[in-house]
């Protein structure tokens, strides 16, 4: 029965293709209408005052007492040596290995906020984001421990009025540069290419665009967050809203950058959606035609992209980890959103200052001093 559905994907494949000339027309129509709007009304990008250096962690954990014992004790004394009136946040996200009860018997100071259900990544965070009253947000993965100095770096780049936010050098548990945080991207053909860039000189203080804030742990300013309408609910439960919140901030004109000289390590602890790793593969796929559909502006790249959906969908069904299921039901569950992508789109078009080619380019550049990131992204 597998054989016979195997040997129809390409057909039953072909079938869908006219929904994705549909959805580049609407599409196109969308963008087209945007333009007009950003035309007559242009939204200016507001002037924010600079951030007090005054930090609130949000940290989001589900049964990672664990990890949460080797995490905690760093951050607070990394806390306590910077002196400044930090505060931190753990979103206990429904666990059931008593990690609200350790927070509260070993780290007093720290604000607990519990969830009677499983939120995961998006809408947890952005409930500890929702109790959050200092002028920088740091968002911080449960997995993550910091190395001493971590916070000066991203403080420096923060003071930057350009700047929307700055991710930390991200190593891994054997304390070596591998997971870097240096996250760029390319458009290839009809997809995007995802990847981490090795670090041509680690002990550089310079500060290096990225294409997205790595999540493992990164700053922003809470008021350009704020404006920006913070991490998308489209995305929920979990996968690409930082990088959507990123890429959203480069067309708004700010930057986002790597602090190499921030090092924090990462322990992988992934929280997989209950219903497990094939849920996990459908929703990395849908997200990713969310994060195009929403935020692709250029023409040729959303015509290249949908045209050539066809083929990918055929080659990807054809990866047994994947399947014809996963790759369909990752299709339509974007397009059930399509509506709210629609709107969120059009809404956010006025204030839309840099081209999809440009921050490409501005984003591709794998390492530079500061006085050259200075001058190429004004």
Request: proline fraction near 6%; charged fraction near 20%; aromatic fraction near 8%.
């Amino acid at each position: 029965m597998g054989m016979k559905v195997a040997s129809r994907a390409p057909l039953l494949l072909l079938l869908i293709a006219p929904l994705d000339g549909i959805v580049l027309t609407i599409l196109a129509f969308a963008e087209l209408f945007g333009r007009l709007s950003r035309r007559i009304s242009p939204q200016p990008l507001p002037q924010f005052p600079q951030p007090r250096r005054e930090c609130s962690f949000v940290i989001l954990s589900w049964n990672s007492q664990a990890m949460l014992a080797e995490s905690l004790p760093a951050l607070l004394d990394a806390l306590r040596n910077d002196g400044g009136n930090h505060e931190v946040i753990v979103v206990d996200n429904h666990s059931t290995d008593g990690t609200d009860e350790f927070i509260k018997r070993h780290f007093p100071e720290i604000r607990l906020i519990r969830s009677e259900q499983n939120l995961y990544y998006g809408a947890g965070i952005r409930l500890g984001i929702a109790s959050a009253t200092r002028d920088i947000l740091v968002l911080m993965n449960s997995d993550i421990t910091v190395c001493p100095g971590f916070l000066e770096p991203l403080l420096q780049s923060l003071s930057d009025s350009r700047v929307f936010g700055v991710a930390s050098q991200v190593l891994t548990g054997e304390g070596q540069s591998y997971e870097t945080g240096n996250t760029h991207a390319d458009f290839d053909g009809p997809e995007l290419r995802w990847r981490h860039e090795p670090l041509p000189s680690p002990e550089s203080g310079a500060e290096w665009p990225v294409f997205w804030l790595h999540r493992g742990l990164f700053a922003v300013h809470r008021l350009k967050y704020l404006w920006l309408g913070g991490l998308d609910s489209l995305y929920d439960p979990i996968h690409m809203e930082d990088v959507d919140l990123s890429y959203r901030a480069w067309k708004a004109g700010w930057k986002c950058l790597l602090a190499p000289a921030s090092r924090v390590i990462h322990n992988h602890q992934l929280s997989v959606p209950s219903a497990g790793e094939g849920f996990l593969h459908m929703l990395v796929r849908r997200n990713q035609h969310i994060f195009f559909w929403k935020n692709v502006s250029d023409f040729s790249m959303l015509a290249t992209n949908l045209l050539g959906s066809t083929r990918t969908r055929i080659r990807r069904a054809s990866i047994p980890s994947i399947g014809l299921r996963r790759e369909l039901h990752s299709f339509f569950a974007a397009l059930k959103r399509l509506p709210t992508i629609l709107v969120k789109r059009v809404l956010f078009a006025s204030g839309v200052v840099r081209g999809d080619r440009e921050i490409f380019v501005l984003t591709a550049r794998v390492g530079c001093n500061s006085s050259q990131n200075t001058t190429a992204l004004h």
